[in-house]
């Protein structure tokens, strides 16, 4: 390895896949709860349960961007990281703050403490001082890979991924602002939740797929870079303003309905793009690399991304369509296969490429990778459509015939449990991945020249 300090990455991607296996534990368990209302009821609540399943989700994936920044940093600025040790606080600072969060949710500990208690609101429950420990581990962060970008080569792949990384830190301070007003809480709610997934993480998510992209077909630079500027700009001009398609039903004027739906229509391109980019990229480099299935994962991530987060968003995005789909199953079943697709496909690619790199091996247990990216997808995908078939029939049956909700969710069994099915399967890949990244496959000694002579001998006294 030319950069040592790429090994940096190394930690970042193993405790980024422990949390992931944390991550699908937790969701297979609320997917039994969706079939079995009482199962696990005195000892993991569901709403504990969903807590801790969806902060693992966004904590391991910080954790891969974070990795996935220190291990292709090095190698497009051609200098070492500017500060390891930096890059050791921040990770004990996630760790520690991991485990804070684990033990406050699971435990209800400090219940109504403003300091040390969990805070009511979705994917930002973090107690006071985990945000505060966040902020500091970004700030530690963002400085030790702005000095290695500043003092080292710059490129648009740096340069992108940098943008969004700023971005992605500076939105979070929003989490901090928890106006009593309900529709101003939404509002700046939003501008952490929509400009993260919707805007910052797709600079980061088009900068790494680039980098991947120009590692495994071998094509230009220059052509990589031309593709990532026209995605990038479709990026933010479609995900600014397509938060309005938040502002429908929280109290906002009237005017967000036709902002929200115009411009998160067009929040489809980027999506396309992204997918078109890399299939096209694939086909102009026509170079066989040796590592298949961080190819198959990148090719992955760009097309579930678009049909999870581009396709499966728009299907609900207009105003006229949302009054009557907003908070049913649809809004799950575009969420998994968006996450999925766009961030969780890009972290498994950016490793499955980086780790025969980082520990000094050729790609191995490829057959088991691919597998596993056969069994994950097919099973998230298989999640997304049984749920938007749960959402289609409780649109219907809540939203138009009026039915109580308990009771469309009774008539709503067989969904949910195709729906546990499919968790199963991506359990299953999950586990496949992990273990083939991380065990080496088993060498095949080729015999000597005696050892030949041997077995032939062997058969011909057989025969």
């Known amino acids: 390895m030319k950069y040592q300090t790429q090994k940096i990455a190394l930690a970042y991607f193993l405790v980024a896949m422990a949390l992931f296996a944390v991550q699908v534990s937790l969701g297979l368990v609320l997917g039994w709860i969706y079939v079995d209302g009482n199962f696990l009821s005195e000892i993991l609540p569901f709403n504990i349960g969903r807590m801790l399943h969806t902060n693992s989700l966004i904590v391991w994936l910080l954790l891969g961007f974070f990795g996935a920044a220190y291990y292709l940093l ?3 600025s051609e200098r070492e990281i500017y500060s390891p040790m930096l890059a050791w606080i921040q990770l004990a ?15 209800n500990l400090f219940e109504g403490n403003f300091l040390l208690g969990k805070q009511g609101r979705e994917f930002l429950e973090q107690p006071l001082w985990v945000k505060g420990g966040i902020v500091v581990a970004a700030l530690i962060f963002l400085f030790n890979v702005s000095m290695t970008v500043l003092s080292g080569r710059k490129t648009a792949i740096t340069n992108i991924l940098l943008l969004g990384l700023w971005g992605l830190a500076l939105l979070f301070l929003f989490a901090f602002v928890n106006p009593s007003n ?9 501008y952490v939740v929509h400009l993260w997934v ?41 995900g600014i303003l397509g938060t309005g398609h938040h502002y429908y039903w929280i109290g906002t004027p009237g005017y967000w309905q036709w902002i929200g739906s115009i411009f998160s229509s067009l929040e489809v391109v980027p999506f396309f793009a992204m997918m078109a980019f890399a299939f ?10 040796p590592n298949k299935a961080a190819l198959l994962w990148s090719l992955g991530c760009a097309t579930l991304a678009f049909f999870g987060a581009g396709v499966w968003g728009f299907l609900h995005t207009l105003h006229g369509v949302n009054f009557y ?69 409780q649109t219907h049956l809540q939203r138009v015939m009026g039915e109580a909700y308990m009771d469309v969710q009774d008539q709503l069994w067989i969904f949910f449990a195709m729906r546990f099915g499919s968790g199963v399967a991506v359990v299953l890949g999950a586990v ?32």
């Open 198 to 238: 919707e805007g910052t993480w797709e600079l980061i998510m088009a900068s790494i797929l680039a980098y991947l992209m120009l590692k495994l077909t071998g094509v230009d630079r220059e052509v990589v870079e031309k593709w990532l500027y026209v995605i990038v700009a479709a990026a933010l001009f479609s």
């Open 432 to 463: 496949l991945f992990i273990y083939a990244i991380l065990v080496p496959r088993r060498e095949i000694i080729e015999p000597g020249p005696a050892e030949k002579a041997r077995i032939e001998a062997d058969h011909m006294a057989a025969e």
């Open 93 to 107: 600072i996630f760790v520690l703050g991991t485990a804070g969060v684990v033990v406050t949710y699971f435990f």
């Open 182 to 190: 309900l529709a101003l809480d939404k509002m700046y709610w939003w």
């Open 74 to 76: 090095p190698e497009e």
């Open 280 to 289: 096209v990229m694939v086909w102009k480099g026509r170079r066989d690399h």
């Open 325 to 393: 789909t907003h908070g049913t199953q649809i809004t799950a079943a575009h969420g998994h296969l968006a996450f999925f697709g766009a961030y969780v496909s890009l972290n498994l690619a950016i490793i499955s490429y980086a780790m025969p790199h980082l520990k000094g091996r050729d790609p191995y247990n490829q057959v088991l990778n691919m597998a596993s990216f056969w069994l994950m997808s097919g099973g998230m995908v298989f999640m997304t459509f049984t749920l938007t078939f749960a959402g289609t029939v």
